[in-house]
């Protein structure tokens, strides 16, 4: 296994902009997290897949905020219209199954100006 | 939600001590990790231990499921265990990890 990888690893971008993030798991995880981490604070959930469903969203993820999983293998997360408290750790995960060892990617940084 | 509670927040330790991280939560879990986050803010994966003990060479964790709480032992602490260890849990029924705030640890030389 190769680990999830993520892409970009940081992202600098002004207010009002558009932003995407990829991440690609560990092949044959069906499963894949996305979570965001602020300054002093732990990682928060936001969304998971199984496959290319989308089976939990958190209040967090706004409605400028959209994530895919075309294919059931990489996925992309999409900020629209940024704002400045959009900035933070934005960390995807992977697992083989419910309740199984999550493991994380290198994180993107997005900095909003 | 389920609440997960990290003590103590910050750990100065002489190199060559040894320490204890301490995870509570308040709810049964089917899934329990612990990681260490790297300066570059990947995390790394320590245990995977929702029950039972498990030890990696200085490192051992502990988890008393039936009391929701969960221990992280550091021996002959390195200046390479600075860092923030985090707990998280998954709570059965749920596929999301809940995290808590971390541990900051650094080790002096």
């Known amino acids: 296994d190769t680990g999830v990888s993520q892409d970009p690893r940081h992202k600098i971008t002004k207010r009002g902009q558009n932003v995407t993030f990829r991440c690609d798991p560990i092949?044959?995880?069906?499963?894949l997290y996305w979570y965001r981490q602020t300054l002093g604070q732990g990682p928060e959930f936001l969304t998971y897949?199984?496959?290319?469903?989308?089976?939990?969203k958190s209040r967090l993820l706004s409605d400028r905020f959209s994530a895919e999983r075309p294919k059931g293998s990489f996925s992309t997360l999409e900020i629209q219209r940024t704002e400045q408290g959009d900035s933070a750790m934005y960390l995807c995960?992977?697992?083989?199954?419910?309740?199984?060892?999550?493991?994380f990617g290198p994180g993107t940084r997005l900095t909003v100006l | 939600g389920i609440q997960v509670e990290q003590s103590p927040p910050d750990l100065i330790l002489q190199e060559g001590a040894n320490s204890t991280l301490r995870c509570n939560f308040s709810?049964?879990?089917?899934?329990l990790q612990w990681f260490h986050q790297n300066p570059w803010g990947q995390l790394i994966n320590l245990f995977y231990?929702?029950?039972g003990t498990k030890q990696n060479g200085r490192l051992s964790a502990t988890t008393v499921a039936t009391e929701r709480y969960s221990l992280l032992y550091i021996s002959s602490s390195q200046t390479t265990d600075s860092g923030v260890y985090f707990c998280?849990?998954?709570?059965?029924?749920?596929?999301?990890?809940?995290f808590g705030k971390g541990n900051q640890v650094v080790v002096i030389p």
């Open positions: 995960a992977s697992a083989a199954g419910a309740g199984d060892t999550q493991y």
């Open positions: 092949s044959e995880h069906n499963r």
């Open positions: 897949f199984q496959n290319e469903a989308q089976l939990e």
């Open positions: 709810d049964s879990v089917n899934n």
């Open positions: 231990i929702p029950s």
């Open positions: 998280a849990v998954g709570p059965y029924g749920n596929n999301r990890l809940a």
